[in-house]
């Protein structure tokens, strides 16, 4: 390592005082109202559907111009267009009561995450995504124990990812 | 005695509504008597100067400033009133490269949404348990990226080698 090189790796550690811990004391929080806490998330009364609309819009916004301006924008800034709100639908799906929302969503993320460049059939995928997406939301299907449906819609979702990167392994 | 979370402030800044309600009942339950709340990096940064919380909880993605460059402010900015302060940072992705670079920004803690409440406890336990140590470099001044610190080695390439051996902890 060059000095020049081993000066600029140079490093302060620093030790803040932990006010925190002066505060909150020790113990933790008891089970019960971490109970509590879960609660209000199991039994939240938020309609999340239209929220979750708005995001797929968005999503199916980001896929039509990704159609169309492919060639012309970068693929990063295209894919973010569509990653973005399927981040969103992800997130909050299963914090509001459709965890199926959420478990499609990642899958779509981690497909999204792995294309260098959206080409058609990477679009179809998407699309066959978004599809799935707004049938979840047509049907109010929450997935909570995923089911046949949820089941059969992820394998069938899987399957087409497969599919894909079996042609495009790169 | 449990922890008394009563005169503990905390900073939620949350562009999604429903998620910044639900966040707030949550610490509510916990016992977090103050909870002040912002919609976007802007103006969480403003009320992070105005009321010095001490844990921040913010969201990534929004709009005008995200809650990376919020993170970047809080460490950084000459008008921060702690640099030092706990930063929870909220977010759907869980991809490895976007906690590193969440990581990189001087964020304390990432909480992957959907969350649990038993998640956000964790996280919360997380920097009054275990406080990371800050580390003030030319390219960087946050929290140690370094969950696992080998207290029995202080040797000067310590450093260096993490980096080579690819620690990731």
């Not at chain 1, 620093?14 to 209000?40: C, F, H, W, Y």
């Not at chain 1, 929220?51 to 039509?64: D, K, S």
């Not at chain 1, 800034?77 to 459709?98: C, E, V």
Request: net charge neutral; hydrophobic share 40%.
């Amino acid at each position: 390592m060059s000095k020049e090189r081993a000066k600029h790796r140079q490093a302060e550690f620093i030790t803040p005082p932990n006010q925190l811990k002066l505060k909150v004391g020790s113990g933790g929080l008891d089970e019960r109202i971490i109970e509590m806490a879960q609660n209000l998330i199991d039994k939240t009364d938020f309609d999340f559907l239209p929220t979750g609309q708005r995001y797929l819009t968005a999503l199916q916004e980001g896929i039509r111009l990704t159609g169309t301006k492919r060639g012309e924008i970068d693929g990063e800034a295209l894919i973010s267009t569509m990653i973005h709100p399927a981040m969103q639908l992800k997130a909050n799906g299963a914090m509001f009561g459709y965890p199926l929302i959420t478990v499609v969503s990642a899958r779509l993320i981690l497909f999204l995450e792995q294309i260098a460049a959206p080409n058609s059939e990477a679009l179809d995928v998407v699309n066959g995504f978004a599809n799935a997406l707004q049938a979840i939301m047509l049907m109010g299907e929450r997935g909570k124990d995923m089911g046949n449906r949820g089941t059969q819609l992820t394998e069938a979702l899987d399957e087409a990812v497969r599919r894909y990167f079996e042609r495009y392994p790169d | 005695m449990p922890y008394h979370f009563d005169t503990v402030s905390v900073l939620i800044v949350e562009d999604n509504q429903p998620m910044a309600m639900m966040a707030r009942a949550i610490l509510q339950t916990f016992g977090v008597k103050t909870i002040l709340l912002a919609k976007n990096g802007e103006e969480g940064f403003e009320a992070f100067c105005k009321h010095n919380p001490d844990i921040v909880v913010a969201d990534w993605m929004m709009k005008p400033l995200d809650g990376i460059v919020l993170t970047r402010m809080i460490r950084s900015e000459p008008r921060s009133p702690n640099p030092f302060a706990p930063v929870i940072l909220m977010t759907g992705f869980s991809e490895r490269s976007r906690v590193a670079t969440a990581r990189d920004s001087g964020v304390t803690e990432f909480l992957v949404k959907p969350f649990n409440a038993k998640q956000l406890y964790k996280r919360i336990a997380q920097v009054i348990e275990r406080p990371r140590q800050f580390i003030r470099s030319e390219e960087f001044f946050g929290p140690d990226r370094r969950r696992l610190v080998d207290a029995t080695f202080a040797g000067p390439w310590k450093r260096h080698l993490d980096h080579t051996l690819g620690d990731e902890s």
